[in-house]
C-alpha cells in the first residue's frame, strides 16, 4: 500500500515558480511510476509529468515542456515537480499518483488515470496575471 501527500502549492503571479512535494509511504517506492496530474475547475483532469522509478525516464504533456521538471529522490520516498514561468493557465490543483503494480515506463500509457491506483489528495496552485 501507498499513502501519497502533496505539498508546496500557493498562490504566485506569472512568470514565478512553484516547488510541489509528494511525500509517499511504501516499501518499495523505488519501483513505483510517479506522475502528476491537474484539474482546473470546469475541466478534465490533465496529465502532467511522469517519472520512471528509478528516474531514468520522464515524459511531459507538451504544454509544460521546457518549464517543468519532475524529479525524485527514493531515499526521501519523495517526488517533486518544479515549476517556473508559471502561467495563468497553469492555474489547478495537483494531484500525485503511484502505479504500484505495472513494471516498466511506457510513455504510450503513462498518461491514462487509470494506471495508477494510489492518488494524493491534491494542492491547489493559483497564479495570477
Known amino acids: 500500500q501507498a499513502q501519497l501527500v502533496e505539498s508546496g502549492g500557493g498562490s504566485v503571479q506569472a512568470g514565478g515558480s512553484l516547488r510541489l512535494s509528494c511525500a509517499a509511504s511504501g516499501r518499495t517506492f523505488s519501483s513505483y511510476t510517479m506522475c502528476w496530474f491537474r484539474q482546473a475547475p470546469v475541466k478534465e483532469r490533465e496529465f502532467v509529468a511522469g517519472i520512471s522509478g528509478s528516474g531514468t525516464y520522464t515524459h511531459y504533456v507538451d504544454s509544460v515542456k521546457g518549464r517543468f521538471t519532475i524529479s525524485r529522490d527514493n531515499a526521501k520516498k519523495t517526488v517533486y515537480l518544479q515549476m517556473n514561468s508559471l502561467k495563468p493557465e497553469d492555474t489547478a490543483v495537483y494531484s500525485c499518483?503511484?502505479?504500484?503494480?505495472?513494471?516498466?515506463?511506457?510513455?504510450?500509457?503513462?498518461?491514462?488515470?487509470?494506471?495508477?491506483?494510489?492518488w494524493g489528495q491534491g494542492t491547489q496552485v493559483t497564479v495570477s496575471s
Open positions: 499518483a503511484a502505479d504500484t503494480t505495472s513494471v516498466g515506463f511506457y510513455v504510450g500509457s503513462v498518461d491514462n488515470p487509470r494506471k495508477y491506483n494510489y
